[in-house]
């Protein structure tokens, strides 16, 4: 089935979908063989090769998502990050990647990276200035994450993609926190575009997988070393992924609409001292999202006012659960302060403004007067422990 000029909703449904030749059933067989006849035949079908019917058949799905000749599914977005930026850097070689990055990602970089010689810069600043100083004659691939967590920073894609092609060098994205629904990193000149399938690909938060969407040039490349690697995601959840991405333009535009009025009510509040969405007017991205995402999507910060405790608010929400992943169906929140960054230490969490108060809100697909509602509740409950202890 021709992909190119169908429309997303249609591409989410059909794209890849393997033939019930059987019996015509209404979705994708499951095929889980590890072992495959390799006589007479051109392709040795393997899982850990990433060929099996199944895995093909997403891929297909995941690249029209992308607008892209390739892709690849992996065992978890880290799978993906890890064989995507390995492929292209050898021993000797630099990298430059934004400072604000999934903390895995950053965990992978400063972890590992000395031990195979490789190099690296983070720039906290996203201007093409920063950008442009942080590369070096050695530099191979530039690594950004747009919008970033969690005060959703908006990078400008099309200005760093034209800053690697003028090097010589290789562009990368993480586009897990838009989702291909809100943004295609291809439309700006990106060559590798990486998502942490666990998100709004899955959806629903019982699926961890990643994925790379690239040229078939590039990818070649990346499955080479993706088969040594070994970070493979078995049939049964390709075949459960195949099935989440059906429902993923629904699910992403109902969670763009949510998040826009949240963002709006939460910014009148007067228990809310900021809210952080590049939906927002007032958010000083707001321009450059506008310009290169089709949404703004289910992911946003706010900080709560001072004589707000962060830890009980959380707590006294009944509806929005605390959670460390995000982008599903049900909407969650995360201290960041107390989360995902901890480890950075007080000082380096002031210095890039994450107050203790902050709380990233991962925006689902409830109704919005019913999370209103919580939020509402879980603010009377803290204020009105407050004024008890005062008295
Ligand atoms: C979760 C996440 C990852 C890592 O994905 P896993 O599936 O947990 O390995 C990478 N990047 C971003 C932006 C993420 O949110």
């Not at 880290?78 to 850097?89: C, G, H, I, K, P």
């Not at 747009?146 to 400008?156: E, F, R």
């Not at 403004?353 to 009377?380: T, Y």
Request: with cysteine; net charge negative.
């Amino acid at each position: 089935m021709g992909t190119t000029h169908k429309g997303l909703n249609t591409i989410c449904t059909h794209t890849g979908q393997l033939e019930d030749t059987q019996h015509q059933g209404a979705v994708s067989p499951i095929y889980l063989s590890s072992s495959y006849a390799f006589m007479d035949v051109d392709v040795k079908r393997y899982p850990r090769y990433f060929n099996t019917p199944n895995q093909e058949g997403l891929s297909k799905k995941i690249a029209a998502l992308e607008k892209t000749e390739a892709a690849m599914i992996f065992g978890s977005g880290m799978a993906a990050v890890s064989t995507a930026l390995l492929a292209f850097l050898h021993s000797g070689d630099h990298v430059v990647l934004q400072q604000t990055l999934y903390g895995g990602t950053y965990a992978l970089v400063v972890e590992e990276f000395e031990k195979y010689g490789i190099s690296y810069t983070f720039t906290e600043d996203l201007s093409e200035s920063a950008f442009a100083k942080a590369i070096t004659p050695q530099t191979k691939v530039i690594y950004i994450e747009t919008p970033s967590n969690p005060l959703m920073k908006v990078t400008d894609i099309a200005m760093v993609a034209a800053l690697a092609k003028k090097n010589g060098i290789i562009s990368m994205i993480d586009n897990t926190f838009a989702s291909p629904v809100n943004q295609n990193p291809i439309d700006f000149g990106i060559d590798i575009i990486i998502h942490s399938a666990t998100k709004y690909m899955g959806g629903h938060s019982d699926i961890c997988a990643g994925a790379i969407a690239t040229s078939q040039e590039h990818m070649n490349k990346i499955w080479q070393l993706a088969k040594n690697l070994g970070g493979s995601l078995s049939d049964m959840t390709v075949w459960m992924l195949e099935r989440s991405l059906k429902t993923m333009a629904l699910r992403v535009k109902a969670q763009n609409k949510n998040a826009k009025k949240l963002a709006k009510w939460l910014d009148k509040k007067d228990e809310v001292a900021h809210v952080y969405y590049p939906g927002l007017k007032s958010h000083p991205d707001y321009a450059l999202a506008k310009r290169q995402m089709k949404g703004f999507g289910g992911m946003m910060s706010f900080e709560l006012a001072s004589h707000i405790d962060a830890e009980a608010f959380q707590k006294a929400l009944q509806l929005i659960k605390p959670s460390m992943s995000l982008a599903g169906v049900e909407s969650t929140v995360l201290s960041p302060a107390q989360t995902s960054h901890l480890l950075l230490g007080e000082e380096e969490r002031a210095k890039q403004g994450i107050a203790d108060g902050l709380i990233r809100f991962s925006v689902g697909i409830e109704e919005k007067e019913d999370l209103m509602a919580d939020i509402d509740q879980a603010l009377a409950v803290v204020l009105k422990s407050a004024i008890a202890q005062v008295n």
